[in-house]
């Protein structure tokens, strides 16, 4: 079955340290995104991807970088200038238009 | 732009009672909505979607929506609660714009089950 895969399912940073969540997808889907989500605040978009090699910032993006160098994969590494990286983080792709966006599991990141 | 206003961030119903989550949407273009479900420590599963045609949206569990293009709102509804309905549900809006198209997920509204 088609799907999104994200990894770890559970993540611990150390102090000054850079970690990378990983998303893979199945589903052929051009776009692809990743979410931060807070308990009450929903979801704020960091970064997405509508193609290879191309990517732009959403809302929240200081702190947080990303690469989509194949149309499968789309990792975020959360960088040591994000000073309140503990959080539910989603990656979702969607196959464009009318779709809906189709999500992972989701990391669940918390510092050590 | 697009925003999503989800009224109430925590509904609690009987088990057996109706259920009535609400979603207010604004979009200067034609929208797509959706409504998603969240369980703990899971990503969102979809629910049911609105694109065009028939206003009213039938989903999986028993769950449907009815767009109201008048009142820009697209309230979630089911007949009769189940236990298993306890969880935490978004409503979100689609549409296109100069970035694209971007999805809107409103704040998220967690419904109780009381046996």
């Known amino acids: 079955d088609g799907g999104i895969t994200q990894s770890p399912k559970y993540l611990f940073r150390k102090e000054g340290q850079n970690v990378t969540l990983s998303c893979e997808q199945n589903?052929?889907?051009?776009?692809m995104y990743w979410y931060r989500q807070d308990p009450g605040q929903g979801l704020r978009l960091i970064y997405y991807?509508?193609?290879?090699?191309?990517?732009q910032k959403g809302d929240i993006a200081e702190g947080y970088s990303v690469s989509r160098e194949k149309k499968e994969s789309f990792p975020l590494t959360v960088t040591s200038a994000q000073k309140n990286p503990t959080a539910f983080y989603l990656c979702?792709?969607?196959?464009?238009?009318?779709?809906?966006?189709?999500f992972g599991d989701g990391t669940r990141l918390s510092i050590l | 732009a697009q925003s999503v206003t989800q009224l109430g961030s925590h509904v609690s119903v009987s088990e057996g009672a109706l259920v009535l989550l609400r979603c207010n949407y604004s979009?200067?273009?034609?929208?797509?909505l959706f409504w998603y479900v969240q369980y703990p420590n899971q990503g969102l599963q979809l629910l049911l979607k609105y694109t065009t045609g028939a206003t009213l949206v039938k989903g999986i569990n028993g769950f449907e929506a009815e767009f109201k293009k008048s009142e820009t709102s697209f309230h979630l509804t089911k007949p009769s609660a189940h236990m298993s309905d306890a969880a935490e549900y978004f409503c979100?809006?689609?549409?296109?714009?100069?970035?694209?198209?971007?999805?809107?997920f409103g704040a998220g509204t967690r419904l109780f089950v009381k046996a």
């Open positions: 979009s200067s273009v034609p929208p797509y």
């Open positions: 991807s509508q193609i290879v090699n191309d990517f």
């Open positions: 979702a792709s969607l196959g464009g238009g009318n779709q809906p966006q189709h």
């Open positions: 589903l052929n889907h051009d776009a």
């Open positions: 979100a809006v689609s549409a296109t714009n100069t970035g694209g198209f971007k999805t809107i």
